[in-house]
């Protein structure tokens, strides 16, 4: 037996002896709808979904100006799933007013 076969062998080896269509799927490239209307994509609306819930994490922060001095709390709210990124953006946040940032909790809301 030959190790290169040829497609009908092939075709024989996985199906058996049944009749091969020539053309199964129709050809749409001559059939023209009537019932559809081509429009222009720039002339398409944009439909905005209506307040969807946005998943939130809160961000609780202990700032300071001062190593080891008196620490406030803070609590930043992100519009975000990943806790790593709800993180940096409170510490970011944070560091534009304080010195010292402590993470001290991440909860979702």
Do not use: C
């Amino acid at each position: 037996m030959s190790k290169e076969l040829t497609e009908e062998e092939m075709r024989k080896a996985l199906f058996g002896n049944a009749p091969i269509a020539a053309s199964e799927r129709p050809d749409y490239s001559t059939e023209l709808q009537a019932d559809v209307i081509a429009t222009p994509i720039s002339k398409v609306v944009k439909k905005r979904a209506s307040k969807t819930f946005t998943p939130r994490l809160r961000v609780t922060l202990r700032v300071s100006n001062e190593f080891e001095g008196k620490t406030f709390e803070i609590v930043h709210e992100a519009d975000t799933l990943s806790t790593l990124l709800a993180e940096q953006e409170a510490t970011k946040v944070a560091r534009k007013k304080f010195r010292y940032v402590e993470v001290v909790s991440v909860k979702s809301m």
